[in-house]
């Protein structure tokens, strides 16, 4: 039976079609292997989104060649946003690369590497210096209704939790962002196939969704009437809230244009709806938002998180913010400690600006230094850092509910899960009696970053 490994570099999406290429190829009688070496195909999954991604790719399909040496049949394929935006040259660059494949085509992946490796494997009978000859494919072609086929997950046991993805694309064009080039225009899936796909997970024994798009609440607005005023994205959400066995909803990202009254309505009346948003400020300058593209002010952005935490009262926010942007002056950055501290995040990813080629921040004026950046990167990392961890020792001597997700990563011995405001706390449980289940869970102390509790 021939192996495949997969490796994925890159955000929850990347992950999610991962996912799906790994079931297309155990369905085509494949075996999966996390070891490299033994591996007959080798695909890398990577998202363009941030520079360190991409190196880390490229420097492992690099050293990935020495498999060739003593497995001269092994198909090696790059695929996802990095594959998208460089084609070609990827195949001009690794000598022993297979096969790009766009993001509009993680369908094909196993189709294509099985024949390959069949090809490959029957030259290698008669002649094995046939066996490199020829063959790559490069398909970064568009393909029309290419959302629709990621829809299939991994039969796991005891899953308690997994990510629908409902969309793909973007019409926006930040000007620091690749995405728009790499996955294409907006595009979302029917509300009765994603509901399909729901209730699957649910009879598998998933509890709680997530629901995955580029700018997930602009679901469907090209494709579906608003309805009672509602979206297509709020409609969706009321869909997945009646499905019996999925007790938790989340969506990530959401953007600023579009989210609307319906949408914070939404989080008063569906009890699913966890209370935390994932939700990209990126700046709190207006200059530098405009700058970027966000077509929203920063007043604007903070209204939006006032009245979700006006809906929610236990609401926990989570963002995004760059720093160093091309002409961000002290000021500006300034204004971005400022919404920060206003808003009193729950945490924050912080990037230190860097430009992606072929995106217009990249050849803006105003580039600024790295020793700069850096200090900035610095001086917000301190303040995030430290909202989190006070966030976070508020939660000790409270009582939260969490979904258990099985045993902790970095101590087996332990059990793991999530509060609704996705803030981790590890516990000690029996793993096969509660992965899958809510339990209430008293918060003992925090490390800062992660809660520890005691089952109630
Ligand atoms: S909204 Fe902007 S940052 Fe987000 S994917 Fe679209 S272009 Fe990129």
Redesign the pocket.
Known sequence: MPKVHVRTYGCQMNERDSEQVVRMFIEGGYTVTADEAEADAILINTCSVRDQAEQKALGKMGLLAVHRRHRPHVVYGFMGCMAQSRGEELLARFPHLDLVLGTQKYHKAFDYVDAILNRRLEARMDDPALSLKGGTVCDIAEEEGSQNTIRDHLPKALQATAFVSIMQG?N???TF?I??DTRGRERGRPIREIIGEVRQLAALGVREVTLLG??VNLYGRNEFPRLDGKSPFVQLLEAVHEVEGIERIRFTSP?PIGYRADLIRAFTYLPKLCSHIHFPMQSGSDRILEAMRRPYKSAKFIAICEAMQAARTDLAITTDVIVGFPGETEEDFQASVAAVERLQFDNAFVFRYSPRRDTPAAGMAGQLSESVKELRNQAMLEVVNRLAIAKNQAQVGTRQQVLCEGPSKTNSARLTGRTSQNKIVVFEGDAARLTGRLVDLHIDHTTGFTLYGTLV
């Open positions: 973007c926006m064009r930040c962002c995405v728009p580029q700018i953007h």
